[in-house]
């Protein structure tokens, strides 16, 4: 486990291989630096300084505005993401299974409760050094399958750290946290989309349970899930005064001999599936209700924002990825009696890229840093999902088109990357919606229609 103690020095000894690397890493980064004169490769002019790694660099952690904390995550996460490289991944997605070498990886470090709190077998640390842990997991070839297979992890629970009693805290965030547990998300609705507060799954109260009837959609892991976080109405829309008003949230056993799941053949991220669940009758005990009856929309708003920051995260990792493979290819493959990346219709778009990415990683971690001191970041939250992943996007698309056939083949991955960097662009809240609300609370514009 590593948590904000830890960091503090008290561990320090655990965490000396990924010191040790991240000093090696930048003292030869340093050095090569002196030595061209302000770039390791010698790119830039005489004199001037060079911040960056080179985007070919497998996870370079030399960000001069990452804290401590952040690059001490980063060399971490890199060392277990070192295990699994994008043979890997390319695997599990051509055997259509989730990844539990890499989950269980994970775990084993301390890493499934990075924002959860330490009693509980967390690490107490932000969403701004969670971000670094899923852009990381992405960015090393895993992409969304990587980063989705242990995302629920880091922003899902919040509403049971807080509101939830300490029984439930014990019982749920423990197992989740050590491994034992795999939990799913169940919000969105066949019926009624986007449309959250519309939502039709009952639940009625019944004695000692509640009674759920209804359906959720792409629900991603229930196929491997024994637990779901689940919003239902318990209010019927037309005896509520605000429609955010009757909806509640249960944590709760996946009980298969009472729901019925079924996976959704998919475009991309085969390894984490994603399924459609009905429901008729499913008796959930009271003792899984989170909070109070009724008042489960504003306990789920309360993680929405660090979900949108860290999805923008890992589609801010999927466009490195992208961009790293494209870079090399683009220094390899010789067409005409030059390296393709010598010509500026190849380098240039490119170059633009890594613009567009690095501009959508500050506001990724601008975002994090005003949500892990308090501020409510909506604006931030919406604006840095949407640049991470439209940039991501275009470096995916870019990245197949340096590679020409080669960028259609599965050798070299980038296909895997563009039909996964959609994910990110949908999900959790479409580009419309996103736009929807900076136009109404940014610019206070009428409610779009
Ligand atoms: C791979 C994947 C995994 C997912 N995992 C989960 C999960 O684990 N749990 C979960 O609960 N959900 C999950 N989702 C669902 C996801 O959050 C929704 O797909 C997303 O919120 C969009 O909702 P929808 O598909 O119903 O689109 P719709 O609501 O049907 O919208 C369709 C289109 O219309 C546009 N639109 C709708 N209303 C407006 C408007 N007022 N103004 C402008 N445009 C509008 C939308 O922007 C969108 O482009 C997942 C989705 C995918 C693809």
């Known amino acids: 486990m590593i948590s904000r103690k830890i960091l503090r020095g008290l561990r320090v000894a655990s965490l000396r291989p990924s010191l040790n690397n991240l000093a090696s890493r930048v003292n030869s980064d340093l050095g090569s630096t002196l030595a061209s004169g302000g770039h390791k490769n010698g790119t830039l002019s005489e004199g001037r300084r060079g911040v960056h790694g080179q985007a070919t660099e497998y996870l370079p952690n030399n960000y001069p505005d990452f804290t401590e904390s952040q690059s001490m995550v980063r060399g971490a996460i890199a060392d277990v993401c070192s295990g699994f490289d994008d043979g890997y991944w390319s695997q599990i997605e051509s055997e259509h299974r989730f990844p539990s070498e890499f989950y269980n990886a994970v775990a084993k470090d301390g890493w499934l409760g990075i924002c959860l709190p330490e009693k509980y077998g967390g690490s107490d640390l932000g969403v701004s050094e969670a971000a670094v842990m899923t852009q990381t997991i992405s960015e090393s070839g895993g992409g969304m399958a990587g980063a989705s297979s242990v995302h629920i992890n880091i922003f899902g629970l919040e509403p049971v750290r807080k509101f939830g009693t300490e029984e439930q805290k014990q019982r749920m965030?423990?197992?989740?946290?050590?491994?034992?547990?795999?939990?799913?998300f169940g919000v969105t609705e066949p019926n009624t989309g986007l449309d959250t507060l519309k939502l039709q799954s009952r639940a009625v109260k019944d004695g000692d349970h509640f009674v759920l009837s209804g359906s959720k959609i792409w629900i991603s892991t229930a196929q491997v899930a024994e637990k779901i976080l689940i919003l239902v109405r318990t209010t019927p829309l037309e005896e509520v005064s605000k429609p955010s008003q009757g909806l509640s949230l249960f944590y709760t056993d996946l009980d298969r001999?009472?729901?019925?799941?079924?996976?959704?053949?998919?475009?991309?991220?085969?390894?984490?599936?994603?399924?459609?669940?009905?429901?008729d009758g499913w008796r959930v005990p009271k003792e899984d209700l989170?909070?109070?009856?009724?008042?489960g929309f504003k306990m789920i708003m309360h993680g929405m924002n660090a979900e949108r920051i860290l999805i923008g995260a890992e589609a801010l990792g999927l466009g490195y990825a992208a961009l790293r493979k494209a870079s090399i290819y683009a220094q390899e493959r010789s067409v005409f009696g030059r390296p393709i990346g010598q010509n500026q219709a190849i380098q240039h778009p490119l170059a633009e890229s890594w613009m567009q990415l690095e501009a959508a990683r500050l506001m990724i971690y601008q975002a994090a840093k005003l949500y892990d001191a308090g501020h409510a970041t909506g604006e931030y939250a919406n604006a840095a999902k949407y640049l991470a992943a439209e940039a991501a996007f275009h470096a995916c698309e870019r990245a197949i088109m340096v590679h020409g056939g080669m960028g259609y083949a599965k050798e070299y991955h980038v296909e895997r990357y563009l039909r996964e960097v959609f994910i990110p662009r949908i999900a959790p809240v479409s580009r419309e919606m996103i736009?929807?609300?900076?136009?109404?609370?940014?610019l206070g514009?009428?409610?779009s229609k």
């Open 445 to 447: 514009l009428p409610k």
């Open 257 to 279: 001999s009472q729901v019925d799941i079924t996976e959704i053949p998919k475009m991309g991220r085969a390894a984490i599936d994603s399924n459609q669940l009905f429901f």
């Open 173 to 184: 965030l423990v197992p989740l946290i050590n491994g034992k547990e795999r939990a799913c």
């Open 290 to 295: 989170i909070g109070e009856v009724d008042n």
């Open 435 to 442: 736009f929807n609300y900076i136009g109404e609370r940014v």
